[in-house]
């Protein structure tokens, strides 16, 4: 994984790098209605040690939020033609299940597609959005969306992404679909061709009408990644685009299930 692209923060919002999910109507079933995936890029055992420690050994015993599961599992990510593996085969085994080789995006040995989890779901009508600190073309969370066969193929990425079954995409990277090589204008395809509403600053989410939630949604704050917390980002999660005053979790927390239509 690049290290330009590694969040180290304490507790369980160390792991609010990448937000995945899916409404599906489970009452009455015992299923869960909203199932929502969350990955910390480069988080291993020795990060979940290291937030156990700082939360739980200093000072003041605060909370380990990790702490409250009542079930952990285990996922191998070793690529398919390395030990070590990085951001594109590890974010491909965790979305399809399959081992491939470093730099795949959501491809097989073969770099042929394989389907991934969020197109699983949206192919049985669930409603599924993405929310991250980086650019939405970084190789995790793309793996989850696209298929190439080079993780730096940033612009095929930005073209896949803008045909993938997302109802909801959150993030940075927004010179991929708009200051493109082949001059196209991608956030304007996505608005005119599949009805998004297409936001510019973080601000705007707050400010979505709560009858949003069925109209899909694109908000490409920043042009590359978000700020580094050193650098003036909201610890929570994000800061609003400039001049924009920084928001939280918990600004975003009630808006965000009306826009993706959990309820």
């Not at 055992?45 to 050994?57: C, G, K, M, R």
């Not at 896949?160 to 196209?184: K, T, Y």
């Not at 599949?194 to 600053?201: A, E, H, N, Q």
Request: glycine share 10%; net charge positive; hydrophobic share 40%.
């Amino acid at each position: 994984m690049k290290p330009n692209h590694k969040i180290l923060t304490n507790s369980l919002l160390a792991m609010t790098a990448l937000l995945w999910g899916w409404s599906m109507e489970a009452q009455g079933t015992g299923k869960p209605r909203n199932i929502i995936m969350i990955i910390g890029d480069g988080m291993g055992h020795t990060q979940v040690s290291a937030a156990y420690l700082h939360q739980t050994q200093g000072p003041r015993d605060r909370s380990w939020n990790m702490g409250r599961f009542t079930h952990f599992g285990y996922s191998v990510t070793t690529s398919s033609d390395a030990l070590i593996t990085d951001s594109g085969a590890g974010a491909t085994a965790l979305s399809t299940g399959r081992k491939t080789y470093n730099g795949a995006v959501g491809v097989g040995p073969d770099s042929l597609p394989l389907q991934t989890i969020l197109e699983k779901a949206a192919a049985t009508g669930r409603r599924t959005g993405m929310l991250v600190t980086c650019e939405v073309t970084h190789a995790t969370p793309a793996s989850y969306a696209a298929h190439r066969i080079d993780r730096d193929l940033y612009e095929d990425i930005a073209l896949d992404l803008s045909l993938a079954p997302l109802d909801w995409l959150v993030g940075g990277g927004r010179n991929h679909f708009v200051a493109r090589q082949d001059q196209r204008n991608l956030l304007g395809e996505m608005r005119k061709d599949r009805g998004f509403k297409v936001m510019d600053r973080s601000e705007d989410l707050l400010k979505a009408p709560r009858s949003s939630g069925k109209q899909p949604v694109v908000a490409l704050v920043w042009d590359g990644p978000a700020p580094r917390i050193s650098e003036g980002r909201d610890p929570g999660l994000m800061a609003a685009s400039p001049p924009v005053p920084a928001m939280t979790w918990t600004d975003l927390h009630p808006v965000l299930p009306t826009i993706l239509g959990f309820s």
